[in-house]
């Protein structure tokens, strides 16, 4: 009886490694046929020189009188609303004005974790 029990467990342990032996040759076969094709050219077309964009042109007018501008239209229009105008961001100290220098800069109170 114990025979019998470890014979079918070592068939149950060959039977899937025998599955994978025959994928993995099946799988080498495949790629050994397609090794022998011959290769394939593919002609691309011509590369031009790149034109000036839209990107490339210049804005009219000057950004900063552009942004002002802006600022005072929100202004006009906040005041029109009845609503107040946000207060500036509370940063203080020798290291606010270079915390406020960085590009995305976002001001955080300091922290006394000591």
Do not use: K, N, W
């Not at 899937?16 to 050994?32: D, K, S």
């Not at 600022?71 to 029109?80: G, K, N, S, V």
């Not at 940063?91 to 109170?109: I, K, L």
């Amino acid at each position: 009886m114990i025979a019998r029990r470890a014979a079918g467990g070592a068939r149950a342990v060959a039977q899937p490694i025998a599955q994978a032996i025959a994928r993995i040759v099946a799988l080498g076969a495949v790629i050994a046929a397609c090794a022998a094709q011959p290769a394939r050219s593919v002609e691309l077309p011509a590369a031009s020189a790149p034109g000036p964009g839209p990107e490339m042109t210049p804005m009219p007018g000057d950004p900063h009188a552009q942004i002002q501008q802006l600022d005072d239209q929100i202004t006009d229009e906040l005041a029109r609303g009845g609503v107040a105008p946000p207060a500036p961001a509370a940063c203080s100290g020798p290291g606010c004005a270079q915390a406020m220098s960085q590009p995305f800069a976002t001001p955080v109170a300091p922290s006394y974790d000591a």
